[in-house]
């Protein structure tokens, strides 16, 4: 079997084919078909933003108006929850009616040397805005008009679940704001800062914040009454979840933001498509400016993956800005700038990274909600490589088509475009939503495990598992049957309209590689006279057969098992530690990084399939 490596990059690989009469295809035609019909799923009218949604690092800047920096000048607004040094993170409020730097003030807190106190980078607060100070925990962490890190050579700003918080004027150390918390002691440098008990200690959770109502917001008692608890993070907006909000269908998203009238810090999430009671996936999917055609999302491939999960009542939701009809949530700016190769973590020299890009161009409002998506080139391939790489666990991934000869000049090549995009793009989102190459594990090419995370079947989910043709991706994978992507005689192929995205139900039976009747087909029921050739011999073979049929390099013969992927998707990814943060390989350096922009998760290895001419 494959063993799992961790800490590298899990896509999905670019399946090449000639499509109507060119190349391997030999002049094979594309079937039609019927496609399959999607169950319903809430449909929202396009959403127009007001322009105070609109958040753009390309935005004009502001400009500061000189203030004095006295007690109630600038307002902490929330502290969030955490476990390591690096993960911590404090909201700024401004009060004022004017524009206001934050560079005015220190900050001094908690820290992973006792207490430590940071100065602030020049960032600029719109009146009545907010603004993120974090731990500057990599080097390579970018500051925006939202968020700004911050460190003290290896000190950064740490607490558990007690802990105090404190924006202080340095000409004459006089306290701007201060908030004491859990069981902690420490005094504000002004002592009339804070009075009475301390204000309740933050879980030893991740997603998690300690948090001024908006409603309360320019009530400073200083003291605990100005404070609770709530079990969502709302960075850069506006504290608007109550304390006893619920996610009662667990997409990580509070029902009172999925309901009419209902906000997610200032977002409208309801005018968006969220329902309360339906699990809601959101996605920002930015892509190059370019004119290769397999860069921009295609509107159909979109639908694909919609449709595929409406099936299971979970409603995907793709904000691709104002270029593609029917996929606007208002995004500002999804074209970004072009570069000849994009990359997901280190990137190579001259690539585009997707977290540097997340930084510049993505609202840090939706980093709890959405996961975030590029579009572009794969980094050094020239093309006939790796069509995306995804994060496990997490929320961000890229997908990587461009230079693969995509086109839409004939109904087979645009079948085949869209198709490759809707595979691509669902197969990286399961990655982010928790699964593997094979569902629970990194084994690939498992024929039970039929889902589009297999790299056996990103050439199409058969029609009819239960058929003479249930074995075709295996014959095409194995070059066998003179079977090819594009074949006519495949059902349901990438250049046709009836082409299958979904991911594995886990009802497939054990298929052990030591005893393997081919009648059993894929373990999902079997006809009279359908088999699958497993010992090749071009016959039904009516005692077991042993072979190893998942993995090409894998010679060991073992077990393979199906996974209910559909059961074990992991929706609330900011609220979890394993998709709120991780740890990376930097080289030998292991470090850990926050989970707000740099919110870099483990991601696993992807190779390229061989070509199916």
């Known amino acids: 079997m494959h063993a799992a490596r961790p800490l590298l990059v899990l896509a999905t690989s670019i399946v090449l084919s000639a499509c109507g009469g060119g190349g ?6 594309a079937p039609t078909g019927t496609g399959t019909t999607a169950a319903a799923t809430p449909t929202p009218a396009p959403y127009i933003p007001p322009a105070a949604d609109a958040v753009s690092a390309d935005a004009p800047l502001l400009t500061a108006v000189a203030i004095p920096m006295v007690a109630g000048s600038l307002i902490i607004s929330e502290i969030s929850s955490g476990t390591y040094a690096g993960d911590h993170w404090i909201e700024i409020y401004n009060p004022n009616s004017v524009a206001v730097d934050i560079s005015g003030v220190k900050l001094r807190s908690s820290s992973n040397s006792g207490t430590s106190e940071f100065t602030l980078p020049s960032t600029v607060i719109a009146a009545n805005g907010y603004v993120v100070v974090a731990a500057k925990s990599a080097t390579n962490l970018i500051s925006t008009q939202q968020i700004a890190f911050v460190e003290n050579g290896t000190q950064l700003p740490y607490w558990g679940t007690s802990g105090f918080v404190e924006l202080f004027n340095p000409v004459g150390n006089v306290t701007v704001d201060f908030v004491r918390f859990g069981s902690d002691s420490t005094q504000p440098k ?43 993070i709302t960075p850069a907006g506006p504290n608007d979840i109550a304390a006893n909000a619920v996610d009662a269908d667990n997409d990580g998203i509070p029902d009172s933001a999925e309901v009419l009238g209902g906000r997610f810090a200032g977002l409208d999430l309801y005018a968006m498509g969220a329902r309360a009671g339906i699990k809601d996936i959101f996605i920002e999917l930015d892509y190059m400016s370019s004119v290769d055609e397999g860069v921009k999302p295609r509107p159909e491939a979109l639908k694909k993956v919609v449709d595929a999960f409406a099936r299971k009542n979970i409603a995907v939701h793709f904000d691709t800005g104002s270029n593609i009809a029917g996929y606007n949530l208002g995004n500002t700016q999804s074209v970004l700038p072009f570069n000849a190769c994009l990359d997901l973590g280190t990137p190579k020299a001259g690539c585009a990274d997707v977290y540097v890009l997340k930084a510049k161009y993505f609202d840090l409002r939706r980093q709890p909600i959405f996961h975030y998506a590029v579009a572009g080139y794969e980094a050094g391939s020239g093309g006939a490589g790796i069509a995306g790489r995804g994060e496990i666990a997490g929320n961000d991934f890229n997908i990587t088509l461009g230079n693969s000869k995509l086109t839409a000049a004939n109904t087979a090549d645009k079948n085949f475009l869209i198709n490759q995009q809707a595979s691509t793009l669902m197969h990286e989102l399961g990655h982010n939503l928790g699964l593997h190459h094979g569902g629970f594990e990194a084994n690939n090419y498992k024929p039970n495990y039929i889902s589009i995370m297999n790299y056996l079947y990103n050439t199409g989910i058969p029609p009819n598992v239960t058929g003479m043709n249930a074995g075709q991706r295996w014959y095409i994978n194995n070059g066998m049957k003179n079977l090819y992507t594009c074949s006519a005689a495949v059902e349901a192929n990438m250049c046709s309209d009836s082409f299958i995205i979904d991911f594995s139900d886990g009802s497939s039976s054990d298929l052990d590689e030591t005893s393997l009747l081919e009648s059993n087909l894929l373990g999902r029921g079997s006809s009279t006279g359908a088999y699958i050739d497993w010992n090749g011999d071009r016959l039904l073979t009516g005692m077991s057969v042993s072979v190893n049929i998942d993995a090409p390099d894998n010679f060991s013969k073992t077990v393979l098992k199906d996974y209910n992927d559909w059961q074990n998707i992991n929706l609330a990814f900011s609220r979890q530690v394993n ?10 350096t292991v470090q850990s990084d926050i989970h707000l922009l740099n919110d870099r998760q483990t991601v696993a290895q992807e190779f390229p399939t061989r070509k199916t001419q």
């Open 579 to 588: 998709g709120a943060r991780s740890l990376r390989v930097n080289h030998s």
């Open 24 to 29: 391997g295809g030999g002049g094979d035609s």
């Open 190 to 232: 002004t002592l009339a800062a804070w009075s009475g008990s301390n204000a309740p200690a933050l879980p030893a959770t991740y997603g998690s914040s300690l948090v001024r109502p908006v409603a309360n917001i320019s009530n400073d008692s200083n003291s605990a009454i100005d404070f609770q608890v709530v079990s969502f």
